[in-house]
């Protein structure tokens, strides 16, 4: 039963433009999202969160938005670099049952030049 | 700030042998927590440290994984005997452990485990 899902394995986009990583979750318990950034041979690093009370959260060219009623989140990266070639999770928790970190299965951006 | 430290970096060994990995936090975490990462797949919460006391083990195999984090700082994680599903990477991770959501947990580099 996966309950946070990324369904895309893998983006391809070129330097300059707009990296959109999507997630879809499924448990109504979780109300605190995280994006992780997972370089090979290193472990994941946090990037970027949300909360549920708030639906959009900047950190330079980092965007996270969400969308509670359809249960979606985002993140947005403008401009795309090389650097930011990785391994991008999303990530959820809540509280009782939900307050374990949960993680999608990952999408592999790459940045062309 | 040193990171979370793990070792070894890697390790091959036939099933039914036994292997154990070591993990050192960040000075201060007071949680600690061990993940199993599957090839394709994100990471999955093993087990969950508060100083030297476990919250969550509730996914941990315990037929064959244990844990344990002595003094509250370093923690080893053992699994004895290996089968061929246990290949993975294993992750550890530490954060302040306050009781906030915004309580960040920072990940070490992992051990990645070949059963053969």
């Known amino acids: 039963d996966q309950q946070v899902k990324q369904n895309s394995p893998s983006l391809s986009v070129q330097e300059g433009r707009i990296s959109i990583l999507n997630c879809d979750y499924t448990?109504?318990?979780?109300?605190?999202f995280l994006w992780y950034k997972k370089y090979p041979a290193e472990g994941p690093t946090f990037l970027i969160s949300?909360?549920?009370?708030?639906d959009k959260n900047e950190d330079g060219r980092f965007t996270v938005f969400l969308n509670k009623s359809a249960k979606h989140l985002s993140l947005h990266i403008v401009p795309s670099q090389p650097g930011d070639s990785a391994v991008y999770f999303c990530?959820?928790?809540?509280?009782?049952?939900?307050?374990?970190?949960?993680f999608g299965s990952g999408t592999q951006l790459t940045v062309l030049p | 700030e040193a990171g979370v430290a793990q070792s070894p970096r890697y390790k091959i060994i036939e099933k039914r042998q036994s292997v154990a990995f070591w993990c050192n936090p960040i000075?201060?975490?007071?949680?600690l927590y061990w993940y199993q990462q599957i090839l394709g797949q994100g990471p999955k919460l093993l087990i969950q440290?508060?100083?030297?006391?476990?919250?969550?083990d509730s996914q941990l195999p315990k037929d064959r994984f244990s844990a344990e984090r002595l003094k509250g700082v370093d923690s080893t994680l053992k699994i004895q005997p290996a089968k061929l599903e246990d290949s993975a990477v294993y992750l550890c991770?530490?954060?302040?452990?306050?009781?906030?959501?915004?309580?960040?947990?920072?990940f070490g580099p992992g051990t990645r485990l070949t059963v053969l």
């Open positions: 990530a959820a928790r809540g509280s009782g049952s939900a307050r374990q970190l949960t």
């Open positions: 448990n109504s318990m979780f109300d605190y």
């Open positions: 991770a530490s954060s302040l452990g306050n009781s906030g959501y915004t309580d960040t947990q920072y």
């Open positions: 440290f508060q100083n030297n006391g476990v919250v969550d």
């Open positions: 949300i909360s549920s009370i708030k």
């Open positions: 000075s201060g975490h007071a949680t």
